[in-house]
């Protein structure tokens, strides 16, 4: 190869080396709950949302805004769920836009004075009913990497053509709840939504059993929750409890008839461990080769455990040491970390076309809007599939230039290389005498 060919061929390397470090890959947010998994949850930041009317009426389109904040910064990006009724709408020149799983940033969007402003579109349906707006958010330091960020989400309630009534999360799903959870809005007069219950009043939300109303038994808990314990309950069987952890293991020994506690029995069956108090029923597992809890089960969930994705294993006894990860598998587009290398279908593997749409036809990135749900929902966007993390670091065309600049490096080599072999060819023979 003639010189000129080695130094454009040289100059195509040094580009690629130089190119490659720019490289960013989701220009377009990913379709993602929570950026904690990629982000970390060891910074968090405020998000606020605000509408543009205080009353919404069926089949009406209310604007919200959404601010990201965080003392110094930069960028910052956001997806918000399809709440699976109603429309959501990306509004133009707003940095969002529509997938088949809801709104997402179509790139990181510069802050101004500590805060990132989002604003968006949503068209409730034509019946009166409630919707719950799902937004995640991270404020980031466009530093390029997932260190530093900030991640927040919020879930923002919404009426539409009725008077509004606060439900209350009821984690024992016995129709009541309590305050120990943030509560939702929802229509007055309709059933809840699902997980919640009109009342706050639940005294123990962890028991299905105990609840305003529920039957006094006799078990030594204010099971109507009405500040009194066993009054006028029936007395119950107790049997022998030698270690005195509060159940006991078999109908043996002497029997006695009251309410506990009573020092010495116990009216709670199913102690595998008659002896030692530590271990019955509800207690914590913890890693010493002996069912804790139980139920039948040795160390579950507690072994040290080793490998990413799936090939994350568990020790077969206490110690790390012990734990051997599964074998890798080729990497495909479904989800999984299947070459178990701590990420989840890489970029190059879920390939999709930056902005393209349903069917591969490109949207609008500004000027227009787009709406996710119902029938609108058909034509908008395209869901992300590469779950590699949420970072929301400016992508850009890097890999597709790189290659750009390699083929026209190259051909300029070989274009440069054949005029030289020409001219040596046309010129006269040197004298060598």
């Given at each position: 190869?003639?010189?000129?060919g080695?130094?454009?061929?040289?100059?195509?390397i040094?580009?690629?080396?130089?190119?490659?470090?720019?490289?960013?890959?989701?220009?377009?947010?990913?379709?993602?709950?929570?950026?904690?998994?990629?982000?970390?949850?060891?910074?968090?930041?405020?998000?606020?949302?605000?509408?543009?009317?205080?009353?919404?009426?069926?089949?009406?389109?209310?604007?919200?805004?959404?601010?990201?904040?965080?003392?110094?910064?930069?960028?910052?990006?956001?997806?918000?769920?399809?709440?699976?009724?109603?429309?959501?709408?990306?509004?133009?020149?707003?940095?969002?836009?529509?997938?088949?799983?809801?709104?997402?940033?179509?790139?990181?969007?510069?802050a101004?004075?500590?805060?990132?402003?989002?604003?968006f579109?949503?068209?409730?349906?034509?019946?009166?009913?409630?919707?719950?707006l799902?937004?995640y958010?991270?404020?980031?330091?466009?530093?390029?990497?997932?260190?530093?960020?900030?991640?927040?989400r919020?879930?923002?309630?919404?009426?539409?053509?009725?008077?509004?009534?606060?439900?209350?999360?009821?984690?024992?799903?016995?129709?009541?709840?309590?305050?120990d959870?943030a509560?939702?809005?929802?229509?007055?007069g309709?059933?809840?939504?699902i997980?919640?219950?009109?009342?706050?009043?639940?005294?123990?939300?962890?028991?299905?059993?105990?609840?305003?109303?529920?039957?006094?038994?006799?078990?030594?808990?204010?099971?109507?929750?009405?500040?009194?314990?066993?009054?006028?309950?029936?007395?119950?069987?107790?049997?022998?409890?030698?270690?005195?952890?509060?159940?006991?293991?078999?109908?043996?020994?002497?029997?006695?008839?009251?309410?506990?506690?009573?020092?010495g029995?116990?009216?709670?069956?199913?102690?595998?461990?008659?002896?030692?108090?530590?271990?019955?029923p509800?207690a914590?597992?913890?890693c010493?080769?002996?069912?804790?809890?139980?139920?039948?089960?040795?160390?579950?969930?507690?072994?040290?455990?080793?490998?990413?994705?799936?090939?994350?294993?568990?020790?077969?006894?206490?110690?790390?040491?012990?734990?051997?990860?599964?074998?890798?598998?080729?990497?495909?587009?479904?989800?999984?970390?299947?070459?178990?290398?701590?990420?989840?279908?890489?970029?190059?593997?879920?390939?999709?076309?930056?902005?393209?749409?349903?069917?591969?036809?490109?949207?609008?990135?500004?000027?227009?809007?787009?709406?996710?749900?119902?029938?609108m929902?058909?034509?908008?966007?395209?869901?992300?599939?590469?779950?590699?993390?949420?970072?929301?670091?400016?992508?850009?065309?890097?890999?597709?230039?790189?290659?750009?600049?390699?083929?026209?490096?190259?051909?300029?080599?070989?274009?440069?290389?054949?005029?030289?072999?020409?001219?040596?060819?046309?010129?006269?023979?040197?004298?060598?005498?």
């Amino acid at each position: 190869m003639p010189r000129y060919g080695y130094v454009l061929a040289a100059l195509a390397i040094a580009l690629g080396i130089s190119s490659t470090r720019v490289a960013s890959a989701h220009r377009n947010g990913i379709v993602a709950r929570g950026c904690e998994p990629c982000h970390g949850d060891t910074l968090t930041s405020d998000i606020g949302v605000t509408a543009d009317r205080m009353n919404i009426t069926p089949g009406e389109t209310a604007t919200f805004t959404v601010s990201i904040r965080r003392p110094g910064v930069s960028v910052g990006g956001l997806f918000i769920a399809d709440p699976g009724v109603g429309n959501l709408i990306a509004l133009g020149g707003e940095g969002l836009q529509a997938n088949t799983s809801g709104l997402t940033h179509t790139a990181p969007k510069p802050a101004a004075s500590d805060a990132v402003v989002f604003r968006f579109a949503w068209r409730s349906p034509l019946s009166p009913g409630a919707a719950r707006l799902e937004l995640y958010a991270l404020a980031a330091n466009n530093n390029g990497q997932p260190t530093g960020d900030a991640p927040s989400r919020l879930v923002f309630p919404v009426v539409y053509g009725c008077s509004a009534q606060s439900y209350y999360f009821d984690a024992d799903g016995d129709g009541f709840g309590a305050r120990d959870f943030a509560s939702t809005l929802g229509c007055a007069g309709q059933p809840p939504p699902i997980g919640y219950a009109p009342t706050d009043n639940d005294c123990d939300d962890s028991h299905d059993s105990v609840h305003p109303g529920a039957a006094e038994q006799c078990n030594g808990r204010d099971d109507n929750c009405d500040g009194q314990i066993d009054e006028g309950a029936s007395p119950v069987e107790m049997w022998p409890d030698t270690d005195g952890d509060g159940y006991y293991g078999a109908k043996s020994g002497s029997m006695m008839l009251g309410c506990p506690p009573l020092t010495g029995y116990a009216a709670e069956p199913g102690d595998c461990a008659a002896r030692d108090a530590a271990r019955h029923p509800g207690a914590l597992e913890v890693c010493n080769f002996l069912d804790d809890n139980c139920d039948g089960k040795l160390d579950e969930g507690v072994r040290p455990q080793c490998g990413e994705g799936l090939c994350r294993r568990s020790s077969v006894s206490c110690l790390n040491e012990d734990c051997v990860p599964g074998t890798p598998s080729v990497e495909l587009c479904n989800g999984l970390d299947d070459d178990c290398d701590g990420v989840v279908d890489q970029p190059s593997v879920c390939a999709m076309p930056m902005g393209a749409g349903a069917g591969g036809t490109p949207s609008a990135a500004g000027g227009s809007q787009h709406s996710v749900g119902g029938a609108m929902g058909d034509a908008a966007g395209v869901t992300r599939q590469d779950a590699e993390g949420c970072t929301i670091t400016r992508g850009s065309s890097v890999r597709h230039r790189f290659w750009w600049w390699v083929a026209v490096v190259a051909w300029g080599g070989v274009f440069v290389g054949r005029i030289a072999r020409r001219r040596r060819q046309a010129s006269p023979p040197r004298d060598t005498a």
